[in-house]
């Protein structure tokens, strides 16, 4: 594992049955590396495995093959997340910050109490001293005039924020986004990127986000990696995919770099549209 990477991931498998229950492999052999202190940003079409790979790097899911290892700042060498028990699991899950839509605020608690739940459930810490972190959570995103507010009365955006506050409690080391700009208006969804980026430079946390919206990935992207049918069709710095985003597609090497190129651009037309797809895939994977 490099020295850098907070996750490593190698050759992981994960297969779900299929309405006649057949295993059908969501994620087939991935791997990549997530370097400490990025934001990596997770693309690819929809049904490709985006969220089926964010729970299997938070331990929801257990892959099938290959390993999943982690190396936060509290261990002294590597722990692979296949290998510990639900004991180690727990605790190696209370270094991370997960913004899932499934994850969303209890609705029957404050949104103070939202934030505190996790302080509550995981730290022996003065109810005095949990109403402070929760004030400067609250603070940081900018939700300190609503804190005794029930989820049902806030905006879309406002509740994003609130769960922001409460994934960040415990001073994540990573932070694990699944899109989280889905439903929001582009002004909206602005603001959340700034505040991720915040949270990225004035806590040091690695983000990993799962997102569609191309503008929000180029905003706050370090690196990239774009999924293809379960597998890494391409991983590389913002630059590169700004580089080929850019690109006359006259200039483009392969079937790999045009389909890229239209993803990246969002165009209607290109190989993701004007050929058979499914088999030209195949091809142009490139593993990991
Ligand atoms: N818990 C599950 N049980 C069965 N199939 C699943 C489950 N989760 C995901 N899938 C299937 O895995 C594929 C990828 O899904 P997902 O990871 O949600 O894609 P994405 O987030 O990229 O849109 C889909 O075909 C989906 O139906
Ligand atoms: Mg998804």
């Given at each position: 594992m490099d020295s850098n990477a907070v996750i490593?991931?190698?050759?992981?498998?994960?297969?779900?049955?299929?309405?006649?229950?057949e295993p059908v492999r969501v994620l087939d052999g991935v791997s990549f590396e997530i370097h400490?202190?990025?934001?990596?940003?997770?693309?690819?079409?929809?049904?490709?495995?985006?969220?089926?790979?964010?729970?299997?790097?938070?331990?929801?899911?257990?892959?099938?093959?290959g390993s999943i290892a982690y190396h936060t700042s509290d261990m002294d060498r590597p722990r692979d997340l296949a290998a510990v028990d639900e004991v180690e699991l727990d605790r190696i899950r209370q270094r991370f910050g997960i913004l899932f839509q499934?994850?969303?605020?209890?609705?029957?608690?404050?949104v103070s109490?939202?934030?505190?739940?996790?302080?509550?459930?995981?730290?022996?810490?003065?109810?005095?001293?949990?109403?402070?972190?929760?004030?400067?959570?609250?603070?940081?995103?900018?939700?300190?005039?609503?804190?005794?507010?029930m989820p049902s009365q806030l905006s879309?955006?406002?509740?994003?924020?609130?769960?922001?506050?409460?994934?960040?409690?415990?001073?994540?080391?990573?932070?694990?986004?699944?899109?989280?700009?889905?439903g929001l208006d582009p002004v909206t969804s602005a603001a959340i990127d700034e505040l991720m980026m915040d949270f990225s430079k004035k806590l040091h946390v690695t983000s990993v986000v799962v997102t569609?919206?191309?503008?929000?990935?180029?905003?706050?992207?370090?690196?990239?990696?774009?999924?293809?049918?379960?597998?890494?069709?391409?991983?590389?710095?913002?630059?590169e995919f700004e580089q080929l985003r850019d690109a006359d597609p006259g200039t483009l090497l392969g079937d790999a770099e045009q389909l890229l190129h239209q993803f990246l651009?969002?165009?209607?037309?290109?190989?993701?549209?004007?050929?058979?797809?499914?088999?030209?895939?195949?091809?142009l994977i490139i593993q990991g």
């Open positions: 490593s991931i190698r050759d992981a498998v994960k297969s779900f049955p299929d309405r006649d229950g400490r202190g990025e934001t990596l940003v997770i693309m690819g079409g929809s049904g490709c495995g985006k969220s089926t790979l964010l729970n299997c790097l938070i331990g929801e899911y257990r892959i099938d093959g499934s994850g969303a605020l209890f609705n029957s608690l404050t109490e939202n934030v505190a739940l996790p302080l509550r459930e995981h730290t022996s810490v003065d109810p005095a001293v949990i109403d402070i972190i929760v004030t400067l959570k609250l603070q940081q995103v900018k939700m300190l005039p609503h804190r005794d507010k879309g955006g406002q509740k994003k924020r609130a769960g922001l506050a409460r994934a960040t409690a415990l001073d994540p080391e990573i932070l694990f986004y699944d899109e989280p700009s889905a569609h919206e191309m503008d929000s990935a180029f905003r706050i992207a370090d690196r990239m990696v774009m999924l293809e049918k379960g597998r890494v069709l391409r991983i590389g710095k913002r630059e651009n969002g165009a209607s037309t290109g190989p993701l549209t004007d050929r058979d797809g499914l088999s030209m895939f195949e091809k």
